[in-house]
Antibody
Framework: EVQLVESGGGLVQPGGSLRLSCAAS????????MNWVRQAPGKGLEWVAY????????YYADSVKGRFTISRDNANSSLYLQMNTLRAEDTAVYYC????????WGQGTLVTVSS | DIQMTQSPFSLSASIGDTVTITCRAS??????LNWYQQKPGKAPKLLIY???SLQSGVPSRFSGSASGTDFTLTISSVQPEDFATYYC??????????FGQGTRLEIK
């Protein structure tokens, strides 16, 4: 059974940093491209970042470019999102999702940016 | 960037009705269009990929179609568990796997 489990969310002050993790199981992680998608409270879905199966190519939404870094560890079936210089508008539930048609999603982890 | 315009913003339906949700792309995306269902507090679920292919395990009352840059999600004979928010998403152009604004399906 395919499973994606996010962790690392929490409360952080504006300007702070946070690192999200996504642990994958039930499939050959190294063969699949992965994404981060977020959803602000009461709002719609926003794609955040993409990474190819072997670590490249990498793409970001304009809203996070230069502040967020997506990476992966295929040996440990894990996906990461390093988030720096966080802003209030980054407050959202962050999901990891597989493929470009996001066929599997994690349960999400809440990031709250507030002083 | 490709814009995805989804309509209506919300709609009301009764059990057994057939409902249609539309998504229009700002430029050609071939058939790289996916539909998701999201219930409150849950992650989205893939229903339709490549405009008209039914994801495994999804009931056959869900269907998708395409005509140029216009895409349609149809739910035939709406069931109680179908009341949710639906999103379209283009997976044609990187970067930017753009989502539509969402359509909330409510019970009448």
């Amino acid at each position: 059974e395919v499973q994606l489990v996010e962790s690392g969310g929490g409360l952080v002050q504006p300007g702070g940093s946070l690192r999200l993790s996504c642990a994958a199981s039930g499939f050959t992680f190294s063969s699949y491209e992965m994404n981060w998608v977020r959803q602000a409270p009461g709002k719609g879905l926003e794609w955040v970042a993409y990474i190819g199966s072997d670590g490249g190519p990498i793409y970001y939404a304009d809203s996070v470019k230069g502040r967020f870094t997506i990476s992966r560890d295929n040996a440990n079936s894990s996906l990461y999102l390093q988030m720096n210089t966080l802003r209030a508008e980054d407050t959202a539930v962050y999901y990891c999702a597989r493929l470009r048609a996001f066929d599997y999603w994690g349960q999400g982890t809440l990031v709250t940016v507030s002083s | 960037d490709i814009q995805m315009t989804q309509s209506p913003f919300s709609l009301s339906a009764s059990i057994g009705d057939t409902v249609t949700i539309t998504c229009r792309a700002s430029q050609s995306i071939s058939t790289f269009l996916n539909w998701y269902q999201q219930k409150p507090g849950k992650a989205p679920k893939l229903l339709i990929y490549a405009a008209s292919s039914l994801q495994s395990g999804v009931p056959s009352r869900f269907s998708g179609s395409a005509s140029g840059t216009d895409f349609t999600l149809t739910i035939s004979s709406v069931q109680p568990e179908d009341f949710a928010t639906y999103y379209c998403q283009q997976s044609y152009i990187t970067p930017g796997f753009t989502f539509g604004q969402g359509t909330r399906l409510e019970i009448k």
